[in-house]
């Protein structure tokens, strides 16, 4: 049996080998460099590839991976390798699949491993670092390039480039704050990380719907934190009113049922406006290209077509998208007015459902009889010409539906996607657009709603869930419910009745009436020039926590029929009264200089540089910081 695979001869020069060792070299094919002549020891490409993996330079590197995507990133080195037995071949491509995953989704000097102290640990150590390493600047523009490099280390971008935004002690300011670092490096970790996940396919509806299941247990972490932090923090107005922040909070649109509420007033008076102006309503929806999604839609497989895009850039698509059609619809002269709502698919990426009413503006398309029909040919021109000729583009990328008032109130058509995108009341079984239903999920002791996983996806990749199109601003409409009644008594009738549309008493059961502020307004559909209503503004010196800058801060409501005067609203100065006065709000950054400036090396000229760094420079901009606080 063992002539058949190795010479004879060669048998006879292995007599005084041991067995154990006979037996290591005839399994690892040792014997194939042998000057005797010899059968060659075939392995199999398995093996082959296998042993590559399992190499000592390929894991070193494969330890900068998370333990989680590490199988499934070696599953995928060796598919792509199995059709290939020669070393040359197949180990440039195993390295270039790892590094091309590295480069891609593990920034330099982050470790996707670590948690929520690591973090918190790195962001101290990289705003000491800063801090030492600015003092060898010897004027603002090194400074500044100290900075970028500084942030290039982990990853992350500098602060808006000096001058063009902030000034460079604003810059310094920021980059020696732990907290700036905290929450840049939390954004950079949470982003990649997430990335990741979708790119390997663990963001799905067989898995985990919408986001990863570790970033929705970063976000809740998050907000339980800043819930502690807010019920510690108790605030005092002049008046004596003392609230925490928690209280005040849930006073505003961050209580999700203030917020949803909200919404479906406001989509309501839009709603009332169409059907008194007999304006066309359209429920349509918009999706990106299949080189946005990393699986398909039906099994969860991998796409091939994936290019590595984020939620993030398929977001930025479908802006992009939507510039190009409201330009196209104000050139047709069609005016549009509604909401848009994005929300993602099972693996993440995100589409829009718009709920659109349309009206004429000009003469030009007088001869049409369905104005909706040329709005969604307008559409689909755009919607489609991106990769128009891959499967599926002309039946996924886009979808209308006209709105039948005998089947349904428009904002019954949109109720369900506010409600689900919010908070999932009374919503009933949470479905994907693919008609799957996602369940709550339990890690531990913690409940995951589909509707968390909708929120957290959102926060990861700062996507705006809800947009108003056209119509009156809401600041104005929010502006008017802090003005007191006696304000407005000698106002005109305009003003009043704008005043009363806002206004809501649950003992008399008045509610508030976004159409008859937009009818005093101008309509929904009325150009920014042409607004009765506008924002008081007035420029304001406000201390923020790196500098003290002068913004345009509101102050009441003008009227266009009450010329020259200002109606104020009621605005409270709070001071804090108990909590933690070092992360309140409006607290500047503490930097110390050395206790001393003395220079004791041997110097020429004192008033000079010294050794190529320019004092004057250097103590101007750290003069600066320190004197913000």
């Keep these: ?86 070393q040359k071949i197949y180990e440039p491509i195993g390295w270039g699949i790892l590094n091309t995953y590295l480069a891609d989704y593990v920034p330099e000097g982050l470790d996707l491993s670590a948690d929520d102290g690591d973090i918190c640990a790195l962001a101290d150590k990289a705003a000491a670092q800063v801090s030492t390493a600015l003092w060898a600047a010897s004027g603002d523009a090194h400074a500044f390039k100290i900075i970028a490099c500084e942030c290039a280390e982990y ?73 502690a932090a807010l019920e510690s923090v108790v605030m005092e107005n002049e008046k004596g009113h003392t609230y925490t922040l928690a209280e005040l909070s849930a006073k505003s649109t961050s209580n999700k049922t203030i917020r949803r509420g909200e919404l479906m007033l406001r989509m309501k008076g839009f709603e009332d406006i169409a059907i008194e102006s007999g304006d066309e309503g359209l429920f349509l929806t918009l999706t990106c290209p299949s080189r946005f999604h990393a699986t398909h839609r039906y099994d969860g497989s991998a796409n091939k077509k994936f290019e590595g895009a984020t939620p993030r850039d398929a977001q930025d698509y479908l802006c992009k998208l939507w510039t190009l059609i409201r330009a196209s619809l104000a050139r047709a ?185 937009l009818k005093v307004q101008g309509g929904a559909i009325v150009p920014r020039a042409l607004r009765m209503l506008s924002l008081a503004i007035r420029e304001t010196r406000v201390l923020g926590r790196y500098e003290e800058t002068d913004k345009l801060m509101p102050y009441g409501v003008e009227c266009v029929y009450d010329y020259g005067v200002v109606f104020y609203s009621q605005r409270y100065q709070w001071k804090l009264v108990t909590g933690d006065r070092k992360n309140a709000a409006g607290v500047g950054v503490a930097f110390d200089l050395p206790r001393t400036r003395v220079n004791k090396c041997t110097q020429g000229d004192i008033s000079g540089t010294n050794g190529g760094i320019n004092i004057s420079h250097r103590e101007k901009y750290f003069h600066e910081s320190k004197q913000m606080t």
Aim: net charge positive; proline share 5%.
């Design 1 to 86: 049996m063992l002539s058949d695979t190795i010479s004879q001869s060669t048998l006879l020069t292995m007599q005084n080998v041991p067995p154990l060792k006979r037996r290591h070299w005839l399994r690892c094919g040792y014997l194939n460099g042998c000057s005797m002549q010899s059968k060659r020891i075939v392995l199999s490409p398995s093996v082959l590839h296998q042993s590559f993996i399992k190499s000592r330079p390929f894991n070193r590197e494969l330890q900068r991976v998370p333990h989680k995507w590490r199988t499934r990133l070696t599953s995928r080195i060796v598919e792509s390798m199995k059709w290939f037995s020669t």
């Design 155 to 227: 990853s992350i971008s500098p602060p808006s480039r000096w001058p063009d935004v902030y000034k460079l002690s604003q810059v310094v300011a920021r980059v020696i704050d732990p907290r700036w670092w905290r929450r840049q490096l939390r954004k950079r970790h949470g982003r990649a990380f997430e990335a990741g996940n979708i790119r390997l396919g663990y963001v799905q509806y067989r898995v985990e719907p919408y986001a990863s299941t570790d970033t929705v247990l970063r976000r809740l972490s998050q907000n339980r934190r800043n819930a």
């Design 333 to 517: 002269g069609i005016g549009v007015y509604g909401f848009r709502i994005a929300e993602p698919h099972h693996d993440g990426c995100p589409h829009w459902h718009l709920l659109l009413f349309v009206r004429r503006t000009s003469e030009k398309l007088s001869h049409l009889t369905d104005l909706s029909v040329r709005t969604c040919r307008i559409f689909k021109r755009y919607a489609w010409r991106a990769d128009r000729g891959e499967t599926g583009a002309f039946k996924y990328r886009f979808d209308a539906k006209k709105i039948d008032p005998a089947l349904g109130s428009a904002s019954g058509y949109i109720a369900k996607y506010i409600s689900k995108n919010i908070d999932g009341a009374n919503v009933g079984d949470h479905k994907t657009t693919e008609g799957n239903v996602v369940t709550p999920d339990y890690v531990g002791d913690v409940e995951i709603q589909p509707s968390q996983r909708v929120e957290a996806w959102a926060a990861c990749w700062s996507i705006r869930q809800f947009q108003q199109i056209g119509g009156a601003p809401v600041g104005v409409w929010r502006e008017l419910r802090r003005i007191k009644k006696e304000m407005v008594t000698y106002a005109s009738d305009q003003m009043k009745t704008a005043w009363a549309a806002v206004q809501r008493d649950d003992e008399l059961g008045q509610r508030a009436d976004f159409a008859r502020y």
